[in-house]
């Protein structure tokens, strides 16, 4: 049987792709991202007829966590996770995590605790099947651009955490860090923490660098260690001590992430990092104190 020209020109087109994506590691990477982005809008499609059944409920982060969880064999990236045991607390709590890109959406759902929810910025809503779905899940939405919202958000959050025993995740760097390390954080989360005066439980994702890079375009297989680290409690601080709380958090999740980092890539010198705050390197860590008591978080050299 004859193939006609469009036949014949298919068929020259996937032979020429199956050769850009071997060839091409450019093109493998911009093929592996649209996929990714395909599959979990596809995903999403599929979890709103589940979710819809509850309605707006964190328990619905449940399945989005299992609907999500298979996505790194595809990619074959391997995740190990530990210090799980840091999330036995009956109490409600704030998780912070470093961003380094989208695919820290699969480190999180590893180890995503149950009645846990992101807070994620508003336009995110607005994505289509994805945004219904994380709408569903009881995400919580902030409005970033204007201050008198997204206090007035984080204000109802800490009310609904101590009544419905949520936890909430988020990234306190505000947006992804491509660069190796973090970005200064922003203040958010850990005023969240002060006001429920519920405990900070920082997380810290390795460094993606040895099989992910966009800015080199690149994206290959490997293994990511996700350190879930202990409690830092919050009962009896003020706001005032909100900004030594901040600092020093970021300065123990740095260390995590220079340890982790360098054990999957020996090799590397951890004081090569870009530390992405003003007068950080070589400071004097900041002590946090409680209302009316004594420095519990001091730290030396």
Known sequence: MELSLAQWALALLLVAVALLYECSATFKYFCKMAFYNGWILALAVLAIPLCALRGRNVENMRILRFMLHHVKYLYGIRIE????????????????????????????MEVLPDRCVPIAKKELMY?????????????IFINRKKTDDAI???????????RDNVRVWV???????HNGSMLPFKRGAFHLAVQAQVPVIPI???????FYSKKERRFTTGRCLVQVLPPVPTRGLGPEAVPALTERVRHIMLEAFDSLSAE??????????HWGGAGMEGAEPASVTPTGGQPWMEQTN
């Open 81 to 108: 996770t530990r210090g799980l045991e840091n999330f036995h607390l009956a109490e409600p709590y704030v998780v912070v995590s470093n961003h380094q890109s989208s695919l820290d959406l699969l480190g999180m």
């Open 127 to 139: 994505m289509g099947t994805v945004g219904l779905a994380c709408w569903l899940g009881g995400i």
């Open 152 to 162: 007035g958000v984080m204000a109802e959050t800490a009310q609904t955490m101590l």
């Open 171 to 177: 990234f306190p760097e505000g947006t992804r860090n």
């Open 204 to 210: 810290v994702m390795s460094s993606y660098r040895d």
């Open 264 to 273: 999957l890539s020996p090799g590397r010198d951890p004081l090569a990092r």
